[in-house]
């Protein structure tokens, strides 16, 4: 039994943030690393200032409305140029809590 329970608390906390967003704040900087969650920090750089492309954007410090509203229109298609393929691609691993969660971790770095 106490295994069991071992299990299912392993799998409530692997598949994690969507249990997780009504018990607790979630954690953008996690987020922000989980690579299941469109891993931002290949691209973008662990401390999300040093992106791995000089035409990658650095997104420490940024407001959070802002970063938010750019992932939204990146997903939707809203915000098309040269670079938004790159990342269109993982924009639907978060939903709109996770990102807002992301994006104030940003704001705070
Ligand atoms: C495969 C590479 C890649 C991954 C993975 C990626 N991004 Fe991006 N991201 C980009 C590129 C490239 C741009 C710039 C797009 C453009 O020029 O329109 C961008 C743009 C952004 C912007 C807008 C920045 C600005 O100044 O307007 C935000 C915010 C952002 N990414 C957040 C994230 C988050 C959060 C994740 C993880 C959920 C993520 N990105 C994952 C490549 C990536």
Redesign the pocket.
């Known amino acids: 039994m106490k295994k069991l329970t071992q299990i299912a608390m392993t799998v409530a906390f692997a598949s994690g943030v969507s249990f997780a967003s009504s018990a607790m704040a979630l954690d953008g900087g996690a987020?922000?690393l989980n690579p299941a969650?469109?891993?931002?920090?290949?691209?973008?750089g662990k401390d999300a200032k040093t992106?791995?492309?000089p035409?990658?954007?650095?997104?420490a410090g940024?407001n959070a409305d802002?970063?938010?509203n750019?992932?939204k229109d990146?997903q939707s298609g809203k915000?098309?140029?040269?670079?938004?393929?790159?990342?269109k691609?993982?924009?639907h691993?978060?939903n709109d809590e996770?990102?807002k969660a992301?994006?104030q971790w940003?704001a705070e770095q």
């Open positions: 987020l922000y969650k469109g891993g931002c920090s290949a691209c973008h992106p791995i492309m035409s990658y954007p650095k997104l940024q802002y970063a938010f750019q992932m990146i915000r098309n140029n040269g670079m938004t393929a790159a990342m691609g993982i924009t691993l978060t996770e990102k992301i994006a940003l």
